[in-house]
Structures are given as structure tokens and as C-alpha cells.
């Protein structure tokens, strides 16, 4: 995790204490495709080619690394050679809680997540104690969320940001870059739920979505609809479930 | 505050009930201005007047409810007929960590904020108290952002969102609206600060900024440029001060 050395002033009841702590890294960062600039995104300054390509993907303006052709870094500047599944006209500046790029609708025309894929509420709760003992970022800085995917078993990959869709989109870039199909994977959240995060994992076409926090309504009529299993609250032994439940077996074992 | 009620399934160590649970609502609100659909947020559906107006001063688009003649609200959408301070041209689709807008280097154009105000480190904790009492919303679903504006005393407004930046907006935008100075009051928010956070508040002119979470670097950066007090970790008897901190005053007896 990035972070910067700031010096605070802690106060501890009537205590004052100077003293140096970490606090999350944020830059600017701009995605340029086929030399013309797609957007600006307040990031934390790690892994920029994952974050672009992650990003394109789940905005759904390549279908894969197939697409890509290249991408460069030039500090807090990422340029991508891409074939786009569409002409990318931005005309209108949209502007949401999280990014919200008014996909919502769109994602209706997504289509269903169609997965035999299984995991049981033990191995959940395995995953999450896992996710975040990985949470360095956090634990340091307070101030980034992290993401994570998974095979059921272990977590594959884990990032963090500032922004908890630049940390989805971390994650989903760094496995398409791998060229790692992400059908039958579980997407890790440390984030509330909005439908912009259902939406990426049904781009993805990840069936399963567990987030440490809570879903919006919005998120679970989507999940619902697109065949998402959502799974909230997943903290130590406890978990809520919010859409397709037919996904989460009873635990094997005592926990 | 805005909530849904969904049946669930909830896992507590090898126990399950099916339950019926509170979630936060989120729809896509479209505001539009002069007839030019201007964004799409993904918001809670409550305040859309304030919501709307808030977000337009904060973007930088009016000076002050003077420039708002009128405005309607139709359902999911908010129609604004107003002087713009300037041509609002969309040109390039700005998409963040939670709407970036890419303001962060218009900020360093912001000037700075003067005030004499002050506040007390006995205060503060007062006032997180009221703060955390009023976060209904939050309780209820787990999944919302509460923001506040206070003068010191106590808390003038109060609004939860589903977004942290839609409830800094709609506690600006109601204040606007009641034509109530900005300028020596105090933001209190629950979530993340980052750069935009410290953005709006410099726009307001808002000298002190209160969060019971985390800055990120360049909020404190901008923070200590722009001459605005920044106060996290709020939360009990504890707070961590990041910049000019001139303004906070050893506590008045004792908590």
C-alpha cells in the first residue's frame, strides 16, 4: 500500500501527543485511450495498468486483454491502445456517490450469470478472516478500502485504494491482464455495496459478491436480477444473505 | 431516512434466520439545468432540492441560491433553471473514487479561507456525540454517510445519503436554500475525507472540517493550503488534528 508520513496532533483525552502517522496516498489519475482522454480518476498511485484496464472493463469498452493492444505509464498518466466494443462519445458528465456513469440502467441489459459454482459458509468465513488480515492499507492508514478475488479456496489476488471501485477494478485488471477467466471466482469487498459494485462483478461475470458492509436496495434487485449471490456483513462467524442463496452451502465441520 | 425493507437470511456462527432487514434505497437521479441533463447520481431519494443545489455550488457552477430561479422535481429527476457562473461544457467523462470531477487541480485555484473562528477539543467530542445519536440512518441499514453542518453549538443540519459526497451536498444545498451563511460554520462528516471532501468545504468557505474517519494525503495537503481545519478520527474522547490546528482550543473543564 502507498502511503505518506504526515505529522498529527493526537488527542487521548486530556492527552496531546505530536507524533508522526501514515495516511492513504491519493493522486490524480488519467486514463487516455487511443490518445484521447477518457477520465480522471482520484486513486491511490499503485498499480495504474491494472487500474485502467480493470476500469475499461468494467465500463464495458473492452471485452477483454484480447482488446488491448498496449498500455504505457508516464507518471500519474496511463495511455492505452485499445479496440473499443464501442465508440467512446462521452457527452454527458456524470457524477455519482462512487462513479456512477448512469450504467445502472445498462445493466439490466447485461444478462444472467448462469454459475454452478458453490461455497460453503465455513470457507466464507475462512476468505473473509483471510481478506483481512491482508488489510495492511487499512490497518495503517484507516483510509482505503481493498478488494480481493478468489477460487473458494484462496485469495488470488488483493488490492487496496482509496476509492473502493478503483480496489474492485484493481482486482478484476490484474487477472485480466493474467488472462484469468474470472467466471468462476468470488469477488471480496470491504465496501458497502452499491449497484455500480454488482454491475462489475456481472461484467465479469463473477457470480458470487461477499462485502464486509452492507448493500443498497438497489444492489440486491440487481443481484437478484442478474444472478448475482450477494453475501454482506461477512465478518468473523456472522453474514448476511441478500440474493441467491442457493449458492452458500452449510458449513462442513464446527467452525 | 430512506430505507427498504428486503427478507433476508442471516448466519451467526451455526445459526440461521430468516429475517426481515433494513437496507439503504439508491436510485439514479438525473439533474438538469437550463434544459441540459448536467449528471446522474447515484443517490438516496430524499432532499433532491438540496441535493441538486448543494451540487451545483459545490461543482462550482453557481455562486449562491441568487443564481438558482427555480427549480422541479419530477420524480427521479431534478430540473434547475439557473445563471451559471460559466458555460457548462461537458467534455470529458470524469469518473473517481466518489466523484472526482478532476476539481482537485481547480482547488489550488480556490484561494484561501481566513476565519477567526474557533472550537474546543470539548466541543468537538459534544458534538461528534449529537452527530453519531442522529446517524438513524446508519443504524437502521449499515449502509449510509451522514453529514452535518454545525455552528458550534449544535448541529443546524443533518442528512444521510447513500453517498458520502450527496450528504455533504444536501447539508450545503439545504443551508443555501434557508440563505444561511457557510462561512462560519463547521462540516461534520462520517466518512473519508479526501480531496474533494476538503474541495466542498473550501468552496463553502467552511473553516473546520470534522470527520470521525480518515484524510487522505492530498486532503491534507489541501487542507493546509487552503486554510480550512482538519479534524479526523473524531469519535469519542479521541480525534486526530491534521491541519491548522490554531483553531481548536484546549477543552473547557473537564469531559
Redesign the interface.
Known sequence: MS??E?T???????QREKRV?L??????ISIKVNGK???????TPTDLGELACG?LYSLGLVKGMDDISSFSETGSEIEITAELTKEFE?????????????V??LSYLLGKIDSDLVIS?EAITLLMDEFQLKSVGYKT???VHSAGISDGKRILVFKE??????AIDKAIGNLLLKRVSLKDKILLTSG?V???VVTKAVRAGIPILISR????????TLSEYSGVTLIG?ARK??????AH?ERVLE?IG??
Not at 8 to 14: E, F, P, S
Not at 161 to 166: K, L, S, T
Request: glycine share 10%; net charge positive.
Open positions: 502511503s505518506s504526515v498529527i496532533l493526537r488527542i487521548w483525552n486530556t502517522d495516511v492513504a496516498k491519493e493522486a490524480p482522454k477518457v477520465a480522471t480518476l482520484l486513486a476500469f462521452p457527452d454527458e458528465q456524470v457524477l455519482t456517490s462512487g462513479c456512477g456513469k448512469g445502472i440502467i459458509t492508514t484507516g483510509g485504494d482509496i476509492g473502493r471501485h478503483n458497502r452499491t449497484s455500480e458492509s452492507s448493500p443498497t436496495d438497489m444492489a440486491i456483513f462467524k456472522r453474514m448476511n444473505l441478500y442463496i458449513g464446527n467452525w
